[in-house]
């Protein structure tokens, strides 16, 4: 009975899936049946291979699905004094048009969540992250603001690669030489407007393309007709994956527990992790300078302790574990980026633990994110991560290195 309420309500949640604005074009684009859920949306998992994908990422061009991203409007006359109360940094100087990067922490200064803020106009936001309504929406009593999503209201194509000025400007015309990082613009592609957002998830130079869903299919048609020839293919979810754990960027949920209402996926079953911005090297959006914000005086006192107990870094597994670890498990190195939390260990005392594991290509080497004591955060220090297969601990051999593994080229 068990069994057939799980299968009926894992039915019920497939049936309840949808495309995006562009399923049309990237069902026609995929050559295999590979597909990822992402929230209430399927988007391509793999179009034709992952190397090739990411091949074509790091040398040229690609473009992704980025329309199941979470959107969040928050507009009205104090829309900026309830961001800035809930926010760790101060966006009160945030232009129109600019994008700013920023995590927001509970009481006690561990991390709700982490997205992008956008500026559309003065009092108009929109905040691009995991679903956080609920904790915005509990500072906004007495205060004259709306909160919306609006995640159905825009289609959005990453754009990313050393090549994607190239096609972008020859899709529309227009110069894109002056557009800095985290900033946007509005501009005409296919004959439909688009703001065109300098940012990206894989740590390449890279755009993000809003659109409203109507036009979808004509911004991917002219960005392909354009782009082809330049060597712009699709890249689909597993490579974007892949990439992003390469820049060592973070996932709500795969590389920390957000401290709120919504959690994030069920890789962590309860709150031990947690983690305060600094933990997450992320103390460098924390402005204390601003006179308030939720979680302030948690983190001061985190700063007057010393500092927090755990630090984020890379581990890197060696060649002979990497041999090991085909051998036990896989027959082949890691079929996608692991979402499974695996300890680390130093003799018989655990150390820390590592997440979102994977083949990095780009690398030739299994990396995975750590989250170590601080004693054993530097670089050089041998761990050994704990794989558990059929009842037994198999111990493989790793170092920890600094992050990102991969040179960033996105802001430069």
């Given at each position: 009975m068990i069994q057939l309420k799980r299968l009926l309500r894992v039915s019920n949640q497939l049936l309840r899936l949808k495309g995006t604005p562009f399923h049309?074009?990237?069902?026609?684009?995929?050559?295999?049946?590979?597909w990822y859920r992402w929230g209430d949306y399927v988007v391509v998992d793999v179009y034709d291979g992952v190397r090739q994908e990411l091949a074509a990422m790091r040398e040229q061009a690609?473009?992704?699905?980025?329309?199941?991203?979470?959107?969040?409007?928050?507009?009205?006359?104090?829309?900026?004094?309830?961001?800035?109360?809930?926010?760790?940094?101060?966006?009160?100087?945030?232009?129109?048009?600019q994008i700013i990067y920023t995590p927001w922490c509970n009481q006690e200064g561990k991390v709700v969540g982490d997205g992008l803020l956008l500026r559309e106009k003065e009092d108009s936001f929109i905040l691009v992250a995991g679903p956080n309504d609920e904790w915005f929406r509990s500072f906004s009593i007495g205060l004259d603001v709306d909160i919306?999503?609006?995640?159905?209201?825009?289609?959005?194509?990453?754009?990313?690669?050393?090549?994607?000025q190239e096609v972008l400007e020859s899709s529309t015309g227009t110069s894109f030489s002056d557009l800095q990082f985290s900033r946007s613009?509005?501009?005409?592609?296919?004959?439909?407007?688009?703001r065109v957002i300098r940012q990206g998830f894989t740590g390449e130079l890279g755009y993000e393309l809003w659109v409203e869903p109507d036009g979808a299919e004509d911004v991917w048609d002219a960005l392909f007709e354009f782009g082809a020839p330049?060597?712009?293919?699709?890249?689909?979810?597993?490579?974007?994956?892949?990439?992003?754990?390469?820049?060592?960027?973070?996932?709500?949920?795969?590389?920390?527990?957000?401290a709120g209402p919504w959690h994030g996926v069920d890789t962590y079953p309860d709150s031990r992790r947690e983690c305060s911005p600094r933990e997450l090297n992320l103390g460098r959006f924390v402005d204390f300078s601003k006179e308030h914000f939720v979680g302030k005086q948690a983190l001061l006192d985190e700063e007057a302790g010393g500092g927090p107990r755990d630090r984020l870094v890379g581990l890197e597994l060696t060649e002979g574990s990497v041999r090991k670890l085909?051998?036990?498990?896989?027959?082949?190195?890691?079929?996608?980026?692991?979402?499974?939390?695996?300890?680390?260990?130093?003799?018989?005392?655990?150390?820390?633990?590592?997440?979102?594991?994977?083949?990095?290509?780009?690398?030739?080497?299994?990396?995975?994110?750590?989250?170590?004591?601080?004693?054993?955060?530097s670089e050089g220090t041998e761990v050994s991560l704990v794989w558990p297969l059929d009842g037994q601990q198999h111990f493989l051999d790793g170092r920890i290195v600094g992050l990102p593994f991969r040179k960033h080229t996105r802001n430069q």
């Open positions: 049309s074009r990237t069902e026609a684009a995929t050559s295999t049946a590979e690609t473009v992704n699905e980025m329309s199941p991203l979470w959107k969040l409007a928050i507009t009205g006359a104090d829309s900026l004094k309830l961001i800035n109360d809930v926010v760790t940094r101060d966006i009160s100087g945030q232009e129109v048009g919306v999503d609006v995640t159905d209201d825009f289609g959005i194509l990453a754009l990313q690669g050393p090549r994607s613009r509005t501009c005409e592609l296919g004959g439909v407007q688009v330049l060597g712009l293919v699709p890249a689909g979810e597993h490579a974007i994956d892949i990439a992003r754990v390469e820049a060592g960027l973070l996932i709500i949920g795969s590389d920390y527990r957000g085909v051998e036990i498990e896989f027959g082949s190195v890691l079929p996608r980026v692991s979402r499974f939390v695996y300890q680390l260990s130093q003799g018989a005392q655990t150390v820390g633990y590592v997440t979102s594991l994977t083949w990095a290509h780009s690398l030739q080497k299994i990396v995975g994110l750590a989250h170590v004591e601080a004693p054993v955060a």
